[in-house]
């Protein structure tokens, strides 16, 4: 028995790509030369907002006034989840040094970069864990700037809850801007920001878009799609439980894909039968998201065994990677591609979207086949370093010199036979090519 998908998807994620390009690039160029009045201009057409750009203390004073305390210590537990465990990541990264021969000492060092841009969405959905995945991991890395756009409502500017977790998370500066010209902005340094060394956090397809033409001038995070979802399940999961999931994360929009890889047939029946009526359930927009997801991206495969549900996971490397089955650990210890993975019942994708630590700007599309998601790694340049006495260098100049040679390279040879002459003058060095 091979895999058998008792639901096929109708479409993929790039089925409905649009071709943004061309209109992203447009604003980034009129941003870049029309600087300020650019943005301001986009701003009032996109945002439909002409109010403050550039948060003032007072803004940010009376943004915090609107949040009752609950959600305050809601929004700081999450906070110390995610700083706490953002702190453990950097500790994971050493400095060293290493002696290669006596005498020559090779070493790395991890630098944060000094300027941090971090977009937190704020349309459909105000994306409060946004503001806390982005803007606590930089700070956390030590970025010395930290910029935050987020797309103001028309007449009101942004949500407050987002401007209180961006300020109690370390932004250094809040901007009211959405869109492609909240990151034209950062990535050009306007209103006064330090040009972002880095961009980083999720947005729609013009935001990511923007962040794509820009990466080589500016580093990002990822290239995202859709967010997508993969949960495997066996005889073992409760079936209520597994259909929930798949929906809370439907819910994201119309080509979020969810998937469910089974090896049980009367699980995924269940599954299939119980997921219509919690999505009825759904106020009307999650609604309208989850149903579009549901019938048009979602699809269940039956597998033999759970080799084959591994392998199957592995193929489709999703974003995030659910397990409620039998022997944890196994899964733990086989699973190889995912951006976070969460293992067992009592943990879900939800958690690690919102307040457990783990971060949620993750990678998309497949991406997670080879690469991982955002950390306080992505704000931190692994730089090397070297330095040698003169008599640990001549091994090394006379090998640099004779590979450099084979290559072709002649000035790069003899930048190795000038420090040979210098320090040994009265040796004589085979400094052929190695090949000769």
Known sequence: MTREYLKKAAKTASTDAGDVRNKVQTILDEIETGREDAALRYAKEFDRYDGEIILSPAAIEAAAAQ?????????????????RFAEQQKKSLTDFEYEMAPGFIAGQKSIPVQAAGCYVPGGRYSHIASAIMTVTTAKVAGCKNIAVCSPPRPGIGINPAIIYTAHVCGADRILALGGVQGVAVMAFGLFDLPPSDIIVGPGNQFVAEAKRILFGRVGIDMFAGPTDSLIIADKTADAEIVAADLVGQAEHGYNSPVWLVTDDANLAAQVMERVPSLIAALPE???????????DYAEIV???DREEMAR????YAPEH??????????WLDNLNCYGSLFLGEETTVAYGDKASGTNHVLPTSGAAKYTGGLSVHKFLKIVTWQRATRAASKQTAIATARISRLEGMEGHARTADIRLAKYFPKENFDLSSSDE
Do not use: G, M, Y
């Not at 949040?67 to 110390?80: E, M, V, Y």
């Not at 199957?312 to 193929?315: G, I």
């Open 321 to 330: 990677l659910t397990v409620q089955a039998a022997d944890l650990d196994w």
């Open 312 to 315: 199957c996971s592995d193929d």
């Open 67 to 83: 949040i009752s305390q609950k959600l305050k210590d809601d929004i700081h537990f999450a906070h110390d989840n995610v700083k």
């Open 285 to 295: 927009t999650n609604r309208e998201n989850a149903e579009a997801a549901w019938r």
């Open 302 to 304: 039956l597998c033999p």
